[in-house]
């Protein structure tokens, strides 16, 4: 009796994991079959890839000239002004700028956070005595939300609470329908959305271009205040049009750089300067191409992998090809279904089997 109750129990033990061994080749194989179309299909009609969304006609965004700021850090305390940000002070300013109090002296920010939108960051080697130069040089870079026009962030939200604007082009955050998840801190390849981890009920913060400023007619905080036209307001076509511009001056050239609204109509119009050039430009324009192209652009002195930007990216945005395997595999919900029908198989031979046995 108790040979024969073995001998079940031995059955039922190999019957349960022939099962989940022979679950696993089936639902790939079922897998497979579903996608074998997707796969075999020609280049050129690779349903894996779906087209990269355009910029719209009158997206907004930035220009901003490395070889034009001074790191006077205007800007950053222009968004903290405008937007309502409360002082960030790191771990490292904590000694010095503690003020005595619960305020800090200083609003001392180092790196995009909950409290920071935008910031100056510095690049320097070697001696750091020629401004703009890569050897022996510094340089300064800003850094925010780019208002990518394919943004990973709108693609992985569960709930629309991060969305683009259809005219403007600019990434929104809806902090009353966010739930929380930070999936758009972990999608973006620029590293812009922050979660503010100090507070209980912490909030997505990032980078909206003063929406509400433009709202009102007026420049966002960043651009209104800046001294020598380094961070430009306007058009994203028209601001590509003005970076061309730039990578093409000679050094030795005199050149008129605006300010404020490169169009003149946001904000008032501004007077430009003219301006020796000192240092020639790279051809390279960033945000131009850069994961299906950004409205936030650039243009520098330095190569743009020194400021620390990543270069190394394909110029078609990542929700290209996430979005495109997850619409192929759920088109008609074909690709679950024909899995479920070989699991379900799968459980009933097997069931059958056991039964038998």
Known sequence: MMST????????????RGFLRNAVKGSAAAAAA??????????EANALVRPPKPLPPDAVGLLYDSTLCIGCKACVTACKEVN?????????QQGWNAGGGDKPIYDSPVELSAKTLNVIKAYSHGTGATKDAAENGFAFIKRQCLHC???????VCPVSAMTKDAKTGIVNHDPSACIGCRYCVLSC???????????????IKK????????AKNELPGCADVCPTGATLFGRTEDLKAEAKRRTALKVGEYAHFPRGDIAGKVGG???????????????H???????GGTQCLAVSAVPFDKLNLPTNVPENGYPTLSEGIQHTLYAGMIAPATVFAGLAYLAHRNTKNHTDE
């Open 34 to 43: 579903a996608c074998t179309t997707v796969v075999a299909a020609p280049p």
């Open 285 to 291: 324009i960033y945000g131009e191409k850069e994961l």
């Open 189 to 203: 390849p620029f590293g812009v959305p922050k979660y503010d981890y100090n507070d209980a009920f912490g909030e």
């Open 84 to 92: 309502h940000m409360p002082p960030d002070v790191g771990p490292a």
């Open 149 to 155: 026009a394919d943004p990973s962030c709108v693609s």
């Open 5 to 16: 109750n073995k001998m079940s129990k031995s059955r039922t033990s190999v019957s349960r």
């Open 207 to 214: 980078c909206q271009l003063c929406k509400q400023q433009l």
């Open 269 to 283: 119009q501004r007077s430009g300067h003219e301006k020796l050039v000192e240092a020639a430009y790279q051809t």
